[in-house]
C-alpha cells in the first residue's frame, strides 16, 4: 500500500486550498488517517485526524475551525479541505495512516505515509 498526498501549491494569505491523499496498492482498511506537516527546520506538526468511520475528526488548535479533514472510503481518498490559510501554514503535508484502531496526535503512531505535498502560503 502507497500514500500520494497532492494539491499542494502557491495562496496568497486568506486564501484556501484542498489537499488530498490517495491510497493505492490495495485496500488500506479500518484504519484512522491523519495530515501531518513539517516546516523547516521543525519537527512533524500534528494538522488532523480522522477516524475510518469518519465519526470522530480532531484539529490542532492552530487549524481548528479553518481546516477540515475528511474521508471517502469507497475511493481509498482522504481530504484536507484549507481555509483562510495563513503564512505559518507554510509547509510541507503529509497524509499518514495508522493501524492503532483509533485516531491519534501522535506522528509515531503511524506507521504509513505519504511523500508530502508543498504548500506555500504568502504574506
Known amino acids: 500500500v502507497q500514500l500520494q498526498a497532492f494539491g499542494g501549491g502557491l495562496v496568497q494569505t486568506g486564501g484556501s486550498l484542498g489537499l488530498s491523499c490517495a491510497a493505492s496498492?490495495?485496500?488500506?482498511?479500518?484504519?484512522?488517517m491523519g495530515w501531518f506537516r513539517q516546516a523547516p527546520g521543525k519537527e512533524h506538526e500534528f494538522v488532523a485526524t480522522?477516524?475510518?468511520?469518519?465519526?470522530?475528526?480532531y484539529y490542532a488548535d492552530s487549524v481548528k475551525g479553518r481546516f477540515t479533514i475528511s474521508r471517502d472510503n469507497v475511493k481509498n481518498m482522504v481530504y484536507l479541505q484549507m481555509n483562510s490559510l495563513k503564512p505559518e501554514d507554510t509547509a510541507v503535508y503529509y497524509c499518514?495512516?495508522?493501524?492503532?484502531?483509533?485516531?491519534?496526535?501522535?506522528?509515531?503512531?503511524?506507521?504509513?505515509w505519504g511523500q508530502g505535498t508543498k504548500v506555500t502560503v504568502s504574506s
Open positions: 496498492g490495495r485496500t488500506v482498511g479500518k484504519v484512522a
Open positions: 499518514a495512516a495508522t493501524w492503532r484502531g483509533a485516531t491519534s496526535f501522535n506522528p509515531r503512531h503511524y506507521s504509513l
Open positions: 480522522i477516524s475510518w468511520s469518519s465519526e470522530n475528526a
